[in-house]
């Protein structure tokens, strides 16, 4: 049985699965950039929990990271598009079904990276907190 924090990131990627640009988790970059965009879920850090004692509970702001890459002559649209449909992702149900209190993101900070014979990338690290409880550290 999965634990809490894989089940959130499972749904986290399952969201951003549903949109038009290919959606990895964990993967390296891939040579090619879908015409779409590209988005590559990182797990992140749980960072330290706020503790309660009664009941016993563990509070935690989760930071996974979402790089998200375009490639193309229109990639500043391209970006601007891809970053807005993960906010609107997001903000669709910021509980994930159910699954954690609150989940938000914090702008990105995007970068221009040329590569040689081929148009430059434009790309980002968008930081997603996901605030979820748990009785056990390690479920």
């Given at each position: 049985?999965?634990?809490?924090?894989?089940?959130?990131?499972?749904?986290?990627?399952?969201?951003?699965?549903?949109?038009?640009?290919?959606?990895?988790?964990?993967?390296?970059?891939?040579?090619?950039?879908?015409?779409?965009?590209?988005?590559?879920?990182?797990?992140?850090?749980?960072?330290?929990?706020?503790?309660?004692?009664?009941?016993?509970?563990?509070?935690?702001?989760?930071?996974?990271?979402?790089?998200?890459?375009?490639?193309?002559?229109?990639?500043?649209?391209?970006?601007?598009?891809?970053?807005?449909?993960?906010?609107?992702?997001?903000?669709?149900?910021?509980?994930?079904?159910?699954?954690?209190?609150?989940?938000?993101?914090?702008?990105?900070?995007?970068?221009?990276?040329?590569?040689?014979?081929a148009a430059s990338l434009k790309?980002?690290?968008?930081?997603?907190?996901?605030?979820?409880?748990?009785?056990?550290?390690?479920?």
């Amino acid at each position: 049985m999965p634990t809490i924090r894989e089940t959130i990131l499972t749904a986290l990627h399952a969201r951003l699965s549903a949109l038009s640009a290919t959606a990895l988790r964990g993967e390296v970059l891939p040579e090619r950039i879908p015409a779409n965009g590209l988005l590559i879920l990182r797990d992140g850090e749980p960072g330290d929990p706020e503790v309660t004692l009664s009941p016993l509970a563990y509070h935690y702001q989760h930071r996974a990271e979402i790089e998200a890459i375009v490639q193309g002559a229109t990639r500043d649209l391209a970006f601007d598009t891809l970053t807005a449909s993960i906010g609107a992702a997001l903000t669709a149900d910021r509980t994930l079904g159910g699954l954690c209190d609150w989940v938000e993101a914090e702008a990105p900070r995007p970068v221009d990276l040329p590569i040689d014979g081929a148009a430059s990338l434009k790309a980002a690290v968008i930081p997603v907190v996901l605030h979820f409880s748990t009785a056990e550290p390690l479920s």
